[in-house]
């Protein structure tokens, strides 16, 4: 059973607008959370995390937020950018664990 | 550089002829894991270590192996294949479990006829 999920598996947007990516997690033993990007033929990259502690976290164009109650986080990239164009994942886990969970996509189309 | 390494890049074999996927880390790190990504179904977590000698089950681990003698390296073992296994395979570590964020390789492009 998928505990964490994407329900979008794709999402276009125009360039310098904004992009929001969504992502639902089951576990509510979950505490730190990570989105990856994918371009093809690469593995996943590093973009940003956050921790069940805070509520948003931020590193320039892109800002991930969490809602504990809500199981939900999202990430905004704004502006979008055409080179943003890739399949982004999120990834939960537990701290006191070792296992990361990741969810299933989303393909993100920055139309220039 | 820093990177993580898989060979090979891609692999077509038949059902049941064992075979290994490589996988090197040169930043020192003590995690280390493989996962396979799957249409519809995103990456899911094969095996992990997190350190020499300690290996244990991800979500995925039927019909894997996997050994951690040395830190560096972290060998998947398909002991004998089928075609279920065909996937896109990544090797990924981080400097230490879950907090950290994990750099992956290039991925493995596997089928089994």
């Known amino acids: 059973d998928q505990q964490v999920k994407q329900n979008s598996p794709s999402l276009s947007v125009q360039e310098g607008r904004i992009s929001i990516l969504n992502c639902d997690y089951t576990?509510?033993?979950?505490?730190?959370f990570l989105w990856y990007k994918k371009y093809p033929a690469e593995g996943p990259t590093f973009l940003i995390s956050?921790?069940?502690?805070?509520d948003k976290n931020e590193d320039g164009r892109f800002t991930v937020f969490l809602n504990k109650s809500a199981k939900h986080l999202s990430l905004h990239i704004v502006p979008s950018q055409p080179g943003d164009s890739a399949v982004y994942f999120c990834?939960?886990?537990?701290?006191?664990?070792?296992?990361?969970?990741f969810g299933t996509g989303t393909s993100l189309t920055v139309i220039p | 550089e820093a990177q993580v390494t898989q060979n090979p890049r891609y692999l077509i074999t038949v059902t049941g002829k064992k075979l290994t996927v490589t996988c090197s880390q040169n930043?020192?790190?003590?995690?280390m894991s493989w996962y396979r990504q799957d249409p519809g179904l995103g990456l899911r977590q094969i095996y992990y270590?997190?350190?020499?000698?300690?290996?244990d089950k991800g979500d995925v681990p039927e019909g894997y192996k996997v050994s951690r003698k040395e830190k560096r390296n972290f060998p998947l073992i398909l002991e004998s294949p089928s075609p279920n296994q065909t996937s896109l395979y990544f090797c990924?570590?981080?400097?230490?479990?879950?907090?950290?964020?994990?750099?992956f390789g290039p991925g493995t492009r596997l089928t089994v006829t």
């Open positions: 990924a570590s981080s400097y230490s479990g879950p907090t950290y964020e994990q750099y």
């Open positions: 576990n509510s033993m979950f505490d730190y």
């Open positions: 956050i921790s069940s502690i805070k």
């Open positions: 990834a939960a886990s537990e701290v006191t664990g070792n296992q990361f969970y």
């Open positions: 930043m020192n790190h003590e995690y």
């Open positions: 270590s997190m350190n020499v000698e300690v290996t």
